[in-house]
């Protein structure tokens, strides 16, 4: 019997030549990393309670500000200050203000085949790549970050098979929130989504990793697509030689498939207050909004940048709307500006804020107040998560977005030039 | 463990998300404590006040879904919850909340017939919820997990284990 991709990486991380589903596992881990949501915490558990004194590998073990960043209150100001001190004294990477987490482990770190452990739920980003990514709460990290190693059971996987062609104004985020949209949050819970088929194949590893990224928004453990010479390319071009490149085999297990044909996919909306609950652009009816975002790990980097500023492009906002542009990365911010996006969304009336989690995290920048409606890119539109506890969020593509920003009201993309 | 115990019972629903078992705003608060106050804010904000040491949350499935946010198990500890009783899990909050000393029961038929208010007891050893004259089976958690849970979840565990 064949093992699919997921159960090769976790086999090979186990020292094992088989793994099968519902087996438990102590796997050792390539990289582990944690961000300012949480990492005080881990320091707290490490120093004071474990009393550890050392990481398991300096150069695996990676912090990252970017939850709140630059800090808006002097509470943060410490989380980040105890952040920069422990990495200081344990030698390990550090980044702050650099970008999303996810988008720096991807653009610096991670390699296909890896098994990547971060203190953060959308770790599952990397299977963008091939790699193994699953999230996990402060203890678990600050015992990885010491020893090295997790126990983790192998999961099932779903596989989603996607055939077919994007229409004009329809992206990766949509065909994203439609499969939780008919899966539903719980959809994959414990499981890994393998996402491929031969539109899989043709896609870029920006459209991968969003894919992967919301795999968590359904339940999933991780979501992954196999590498192949798009993800080989991607991380050669950034000085990464050694990986390995597993992929399922003909005979692998799979619990069940799930078929998608992108030349049926519209533009998708995840209506509040669930992920889940999403309906086609055309569906929604007239909602009026107060603020747009364009950013996060899902949703931040350069093709989903191009595509709103092709809608935005000598175009005024809604001069009652507020549009928040936040580039995912250092690098995504810096391609931008040399394609001239920076400047279409300057004069289109957008906010550009630094890189980082902004209005997805709903704590430091962008924060929405009561009976406000945010339509977003982020991962969420939980009830309270963008600000007030009676506040709306919508999820939708960048692109959507853009178009809703410049009418006041949730807006069909194809109705613009794209 | 507490073999055997009974609670008074708080309903939620479905999805229960980690943004509404503690909002972003008040993750920066400096101890659990500050933090246990605003349990549940967004969509019930009296509740937090109204939790007695020992009460049990019935709710759907999915609870815990979201943030990989730690703290959302741990004022649910903090508050003293003997343990909570839903239809099915998010996946890193399971592991939270055993890590922290929290004590999960999955059944899917409990929650359709009890009431806000209800007593149930719950009895470890025979894996049963009781309400009433009715009875609810639930999976049985291993020894060592429910070790963890007594000894205030995997830290305190270790420590002991290890005699520091």
């Given at each position: 019997?064949?093992?699919?991709?997921?159960?090769?990486?976790?086999?090979?991380?186990?020292g094992?030549?088989?793994?099968?589903?519902g087996?438990i596992?102590?796997?050792k881990?390539d990289?582990?990393?944690?961000?300012?949501?949480?990492t005080?915490?881990?320091?707290?558990?490490?120093e004071?309670?474990?009393?550890?004194e050392?990481?398991?590998?300096?150069?695996k073990?990676i912090?990252?500000?970017?939850?709140?960043?630059?800090?808006?209150?002097?509470?943060?100001?410490?989380?980040?200050k105890?952040?920069?001190?422990?990495?200081?004294?344990?030698?390990?990477p550090?980044y702050?203000g650099?970008?999303?987490?996810?988008?720096?482990?991807?653009?610096?770190?991670?390699?296909?085949?890896q098994?990547?452990?971060?203190?953060?739920?959308?770790?599952?980003s990397y299977?963008?790549?091939?790699?193994?990514?699953?999230?996990?709460?402060?203890?678990?990290?600050?015992?990885?970050?010491?020893t090295?190693?997790?126990?983790?059971?192998?999961?099932?996987?779903?596989?989603?098979?996607?055939e077919?062609?994007?229409k004009a104004?329809v992206?990766?985020?949509?065909?994203?929130?439609?499969?939780?949209?008919?899966?539903?949050?719980?959809?994959?819970?414990?499981r890994?989504?393998e996402?491929?088929?031969?539109?899989?194949?043709?896609f870029?590893?920006?459209?991968r990793?969003?894919?992967?990224?919301?795999?968590?928004?359904?339940?999933?453990?991780?979501?992954l697509?196999?590498?192949?010479?798009?993800a080989?390319?991607?991380v050669?071009?950034?000085?990464?030689h050694?990986?390995?490149?597993?992929t399922?085999?003909?005979?692998?297990?799979?619990?069940?498939?799930?078929?998608y044909?992108?030349?049926?996919?519209?533009?998708?909306?995840?209506?509040?207050?669930?992920?889940?609950d999403?309906?086609?652009v055309?569906?929604?009816?007239?909602?009026?909004i107060?603020?747009?975002?364009?950013?996060?790990?899902?949703?931040?980097?350069?093709?989903?940048?191009?595509?709103?500023?092709?809608?935005?492009?000598?175009?005024?906002?809604?001069?009652?709307?507020k549009?928040l542009?936040?580039?995912?990365?250092?690098?995504?911010?810096?391609?931008?500006?040399?394609?001239?996006?920076?400047?279409?969304?300057?004069?289109?009336?957008?906010?550009?804020?630094?890189?980082?989690?902004?209005?997805?995290?709903?704590?430091?920048?962008?924060?929405?107040?009561?009976?406000?409606?945010?339509?977003?890119t982020?991962?969420?539109?939980?009830?309270?998560?963008?600000?007030?506890?009676?506040?709306?969020?919508?999820?939708a593509?960048?692109?959507?977005?853009?178009?809703?920003?410049?009418?006041g009201?949730?807006?069909?993309?194809?109705?613009?030039?794209? | 463990?507490k073999e055997?115990?009974?609670?008074?019972?708080w309903k939620?629903?479905?999805?229960?998300?980690?943004?509404?078992?503690?909002?972003?705003?008040?993750?920066?608060?400096?101890?659990?404590?500050?933090m246990?106050?605003y349990?549940?804010?967004?969509?019930?904000?009296?509740?937090?006040?109204?939790?007695?040491?020992g009460?049990?949350?019935?709710?759907?499935?999915?609870?815990?879904?979201?943030?990989?946010r730690?703290?959302?198990p741990?004022?649910?500890?903090?508050?003293?919850?003997?343990?909570?009783?839903?239809?099915?899990?998010?996946?890193?909050?399971y592991?939270?909340?055993?890590?922290?000393?929290?004590l999960?029961?999955?059944?899917?038929?409990l929650?359709?017939?009890c009431?806000e208010?209800?007593?149930?007891?719950?009895?470890?050893?025979?894996?049963?919820?009781?309400?009433g004259?009715?009875?609810?089976?639930?999976a049985?958690?291993?020894?060592?997990?429910?070790?963890?849970?007594?000894?205030?979840?995997?830290?305190p565990?270790?420590?002991?284990?290890?005699?520091?």
């Amino acid at each position: 019997m064949g093992m699919t991709m997921g159960e090769k990486i976790l086999a090979r991380a186990s020292g094992k030549d088989l793994v099968k589903p519902g087996e438990i596992i102590t796997a050792k881990v390539d990289l582990c990393m944690s961000n300012d949501g949480t990492t005080h915490l881990n320091i707290d558990i490490f120093e004071n309670q474990l009393k550890a004194e050392k990481v398991f590998d300096p150069k695996k073990v990676i912090f990252i500000v970017d939850h709140n960043v630059p800090s808006e209150s002097a509470k943060t100001a410490q989380v980040h200050k105890k952040m920069r001190i422990f990495a200081q004294k344990h030698d390990i990477p550090f980044y702050e203000g650099t970008g999303v987490c996810h988008q720096i482990m991807i653009e610096d770190f991670v390699v296909p085949g890896q098994l990547v452990i971060a203190a953060d739920s959308h770790t599952c980003s990397y299977g963008g790549l091939g790699a193994f990514g699953t999230g996990v709460g402060c203890t678990d990290f600050t015992s990885v970050m010491h020893t090295g190693e997790i126990w983790l059971m192998v999961p099932e996987t779903l596989k989603f098979e996607i055939e077919g062609s994007f229409k004009a104004g329809v992206y990766a985020r949509d065909l994203i929130l439609k499969i939780i949209g008919d899966i539903g949050a719980n959809g994959a819970n414990y499981r890994i989504m393998e996402f491929g088929g031969p539109a899989v194949k043709r896609f870029t590893v920006d459209d991968r990793v969003v894919l992967c990224n919301m795999a968590v928004e359904a339940g999933a453990k991780t979501g992954l697509v196999e590498p192949d010479q798009t993800a080989i390319d991607y991380v050669e071009a950034r000085g990464r030689h050694d990986m390995n490149l597993f992929t399922s085999d003909e005979d692998a297990v799979y619990e069940k498939t799930y078929q998608y044909n992108l030349d049926e996919l519209e533009p998708m909306i995840a209506i509040p207050h669930c992920v889940d609950d999403v309906v086609g652009v055309t569906q929604i009816g007239e909602v009026k909004i107060d603020q747009g975002f364009i950013g996060s790990c899902n949703n931040g980097r350069i093709e989903e940048l191009r595509a709103a500023a092709q809608i935005l492009q000598g175009k005024k906002i809604d001069p009652y709307v507020k549009l928040l542009i936040s580039p995912a990365s250092k690098a995504v911010f810096l391609e931008a500006l040399a394609e001239g996006l920076i400047d279409i969304f300057v004069e289109s009336g957008a906010m550009v804020l630094n890189p980082n989690c902004s209005v997805c995290w709903g704590s430091c920048q962008g924060v929405i107040g009561e009976g406000e409606t945010l339509i977003s890119t982020g991962t969420r539109n939980f009830k309270g998560r963008a600000g007030h506890p009676n506040s709306s969020v919508y999820l939708a593509s960048a692109a959507t977005v853009a178009a809703s920003a410049l009418t006041g009201k949730i807006t069909d993309p194809r109705g613009f030039a794209v | 463990m507490k073999e055997a115990f009974k609670g008074r019972v708080w309903k939620l629903g479905d999805d229960i998300d980690t943004d509404i078992i503690i909002p972003t705003q008040f993750l920066a608060l400096k101890t659990v404590e500050d933090m246990k106050k605003y349990a549940f804010n967004p969509l019930r904000p009296e509740l937090a006040a109204q939790i007695q040491p020992g009460d049990i949350i019935v709710a759907g499935k999915n609870f815990g879904c979201g943030s990989s946010r730690e703290q959302a198990p741990e004022i649910l500890a903090a508050l003293k919850i003997s343990c909570i009783i839903a239809k099915s899990y998010a996946r890193i909050f399971y592991r939270n909340a055993f890590n922290n000393g929290l004590l999960l029961l999955e059944n899917n038929e409990l929650y359709d017939y009890c009431s806000e208010g209800d007593h149930v007891s719950v009895q470890l050893e025979s894996s049963q919820v009781l309400l009433g004259e009715k009875s609810f089976e639930v999976a049985s958690i291993p020894t060592d997990l429910l070790q963890m849970v007594e000894a205030g979840g995997l830290v305190p565990f270790m420590r002991k284990r290890n005699g520091k």
